[in-house]
């Protein structure tokens, strides 16, 4: 009977196109992927993290951080992150998704108000609904929305944004936000998952790269983006870590890192540190990308980041132009509704250090030919 219902739901979903399916690596020119430097492609990376993994004295944590899985390495890598998040102290967990559960589910106590962002993504959202916390959502980048719900909201006050936005690829509008956050008394916790690695000293972030380390509160990285591997980490005070090893239930009940992963994050900055060109060559394809749309007649969300979006309206059309790319030997991917509001349905391109110019052009021409 419970097969049947799968059964029910899954056709249900699959006659809306809307059936998700597990997919392997991009097929043909890479523009849907994460690996916006190209660090999970890279082979001397590969090999560095290899070496490092023949100097580990064992393969698995054996257990929670708070029994037998506290490694020496553990607490380096997180003295190194903390280092260069600028933070007093910093707590790695198993994924970003993950580090946002951690942070919102055990943080905002009941009496207090969490504010996010509208665009936020959807591990910032489960977090939230785990939290006991009054919920409000704001306009995106809107400071006088926010300002405006801030005045109405009870108790501790929490503002939850990412610096870079994953499905418009937009940044943060901070030098608007941080003034009435800092006017009403509140808290800043900052997903930093589509900036880390790209942006920053030592790939530290939007934050980073605007001198935000003291204006925000609490700031969560991700590993498995730009820097081509696994894992996140929460920056921020000496308190704030030890007030997670004691509260938050995504941390305290799940084994901890293994060593391999452990040495790879450390492997993958020090990387960063010593390819400077990567991040330059990113920038190079984002300039051209965006010369390049402004004479197309695709609508286009004008993003800086190496996020771009080409809004296709409707679920099928989306997917028509998405197959079409796909068969002229694009890896793109459409997002629809409900992911993005009914109407702003979108090719999600994701650029690379990697991407040659030629891709680059070859992408825009097929998009403007395609009818």
């Known amino acids: 009977m419970l097969d049947e219902w799968f059964r029910e739901v899954l056709n249900q979903r699959e006659d809306a196109g809307l059936l998700r399916k597990l997919r392997s690596g991009p097929e043909g020119a890479d523009f849907s992927s994460n690996d916006y430097l190209g660090l999970a492609r890279s082979s001397e990376l590969h090999e560095r993290i290899h070496r490092a993994h023949s100097k580990l004295p064992g393969n698995g944590a054996t257990g929670s951080r708070l029994l037998s899985g506290t490694d020496p390495l553990h607490l380096e890598i997180e003295s190194e992150l903390a280092t260069r998040f600028g933070s007093e102290s910093s707590l790695l967990f198993a994924s970003g998704y993950m580090a946002n559960l951690g942070?919102?589910?055990?943080?905002?106590?009941?009496?207090?108000?969490?504010?996010?962002?509208?665009?936020?993504?959807?591990?910032?959202?489960?977090?939230?609904?785990?939290?006991?916390?009054?919920?409000?959502?704001?306009?995106?980048?809107?400071?006088?929305?926010?300002?405006?719900?801030?005045?109405?909201?009870?108790?501790?006050?929490?503002v939850v944004v990412e610096s870079v936005y994953s499905m418009d690829g937009d940044f943060c509008d901070f030098e608007a936000l941080i003034p009435v956050i800092k006017a009403a008394g509140a808290y800043s916790i900052v997903d930093e998952a589509h900036a880390t690695g790209v942006y920053g000293p030592g790939g530290s972030g939007?934050?980073?790269?605007?001198?935000?380390?003291?204006e925000t509160d609490i700031r969560i990285y991700t590993?498995?983006?730009?820097?081509?591997?696994?894992?996140?980490?929460?920056?921020?005070?000496?308190?704030?870590?030890?007030?997670?090893?004691?509260?938050?239930?995504p941390f305290i009940y799940t084994t901890g890192i293994p060593p391999i992963q452990l040495a790879s994050i450390r492997e993958a900055f020090l990387y960063l540190d010593d390819h400077t060109s990567e991040r330059e060559r990113l920038n190079e394809n984002i300039e051209l990308f965006t010369e390049q749309m402004k004479n197309s007649p695709r609508e286009y969300l004008h993003s800086k980041s190496a996020i771009q979006g080409i809004v296709i309206p409707g679920n099928e059309a989306c997917r028509e132009l998405s197959s079409k790319l796909n068969e002229s030997g694009f890896s793109v991917y459409p997002v629809l509704s409900p992911t993005v509001p009914e109407g702003s349905e979108r090719i999600r391109i994701c650029l690379h250090s990697y991407n040659t110019r030629d891709e680059i052009i070859s992408l825009i021409s097929k998009l403007s030919e395609i009818q």
């Not at 993504?121 to 929305?145: E, M, T």
């Not at 939007?206 to 003291?214: C, M, N, P, V, Y």
């Not at 590993?223 to 239930?249: P, Q, T, W």
Request: charged share 30%; net charge positive; hydrophobic share 35%.
């Open 103 to 158: 942070v919102l589910a055990s943080i905002p106590q009941r009496g207090d108000t969490i504010l996010y962002d509208e665009l936020s993504h959807a591990s910032i959202k489960d977090g939230i609904r785990l939290s006991n916390a009054r919920i409000r959502r704001f306009r995106h980048n809107d400071p006088a929305d926010l300002d405006r719900l801030l005045k109405k909201s009870e108790g501790r006050k929490f």
């Open 206 to 214: 939007l934050t980073g790269e605007l001198d935000l380390f003291g």
């Open 223 to 249: 590993f498995g983006k730009a820097m081509g591997i696994h894992g996140a980490c929460i920056a921020g005070s000496r308190s704030l870590v030890e007030y997670l090893i004691n509260y938050s239930r």
